[in-house]
Nanobody, 113 residues
């Protein structure tokens, strides 16, 4: 079955950087688009970034709130998708989830002001 395991979260200061990783298994990774979502306390889960399948040319799309600060990438040989986060703000504090027809368990990102 599909399994997604996120890692890389942590506590960082305002303006700092973090890179999240999501290792996937149970499906042909290169054939699926991969997405990152996040959920802040008291808020609904929201889309952050996505990267298409190999067939789509790995098209990339971002939420407006993270454009220019976050970069999504993937390594099909490692079945891994990354989210490189720069210029982090306190409002980026959330649990970040990897998604591909299923959800990972999430990784906490906390940005202190």
């Amino acid at each position: 079955q599909v399994e997604l395991v996120e890692s890389g979260g942590g506590l960082v200061q305002d303006g700092g950087s973090l890179t999240l990783s999501c290792v996937a298994s149970g499906f042909t990774f290169s054939e699926y688009s991969m997405k990152w979502y996040r959920q802040a306390p008291g808020k609904e889960r929201e889309f952050v970034a996505g990267i298409g399948s190999r067939e789509s040319g790995h098209s990339i799309f971002y939420a407006d709130s993270v454009k220019g600060r976050f970069t999504i990438s993937r390594d099909n040989a490692k079945n891994t998708v990354y989210l490189h986060m720069n210029s982090l703000k306190p409002e980026d504090t959330a649990i970040y989830y990897c998604a591909a027809g299923a959800w990972g368990q999430g990784t906490q990102v906390t940005v202190s002001s």
